[in-house]
């Protein structure tokens, strides 16, 4: 492998890790790792990445760079749930194509929120449910959007792949492990307050507030009541010719 193309995994809190970091690590230093996103202030400094890793501010849905196309073996891209619009992630996947060697993989991580689903301790078999409202605030950015959540195209993913040319589609989606939910709620809450204070305070309308008032409630009972969901991924080769 000379290059490899990676959407950079954002660290949202000293827990949360970084993907292409940690990929670093297991990849040999001939390896080269790019991460690109249209926004870098969450990115370690430059000069802190490993030797063979490097971001860049690349808008997935405008024409990429020529110097990067056909560069790359595999191009993973993950939770993009908000870049894609209309249900239709097919300009990114094109858009993402174009990077790739021929032969080369792409793969696509997503939550599947067709599977959302409240978990409970046995302690936790009456609490009430703020994790529903708090989805519905997040997702419809405070009313003022059709539900993102409620969007199909992750699981229409591998058909996408098909109809864009891609072969040897293949998909794994399993929730998460029991053990691990509570930090998977953490980061959830975390991203949500961050919604709260970047996107919803904005429109004045006081659902910044309540989206803070339901995390606050919700990590009350962190212990006794989380979600799950599917963790999609499906990957798929360019044909060679
Ligand atoms: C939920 S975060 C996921 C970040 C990272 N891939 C991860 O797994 O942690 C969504 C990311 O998409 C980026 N993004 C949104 N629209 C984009 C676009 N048009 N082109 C490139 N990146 C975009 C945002 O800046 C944000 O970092």
Redesign the pocket.
Known sequence: MEHEAY????NFSANARI?LVDLARYLPPSAQIDG????LTQCPPREWLPSNVAVHK????SPLPEHLLEQYDIVHI???H??VHNNDPAPIIRNLLGLLKPGGWISWGEMDYSTFKIIRTEEGKDAEDYLTPLLEVIGTLGGTRPNWTADDWPIRLPQFFEDNGLTNVAVNNRPFPLELLPFQLDTALMASEEVSYKALDPMRNGTGDRCRDLIFKIFQNRQKLAYNVGRLTVVGQRPLQ
């Not at 959407?7 to 954002?10: A, D, E, G």
């Not at 690109?36 to 926004?39: G, K, L, V």
């Open positions: 959407i950079l995994r954002r993907w690109f996103d249209i926004d690349v808008d997935c849905l993950q939770l993009f908000l870049a």
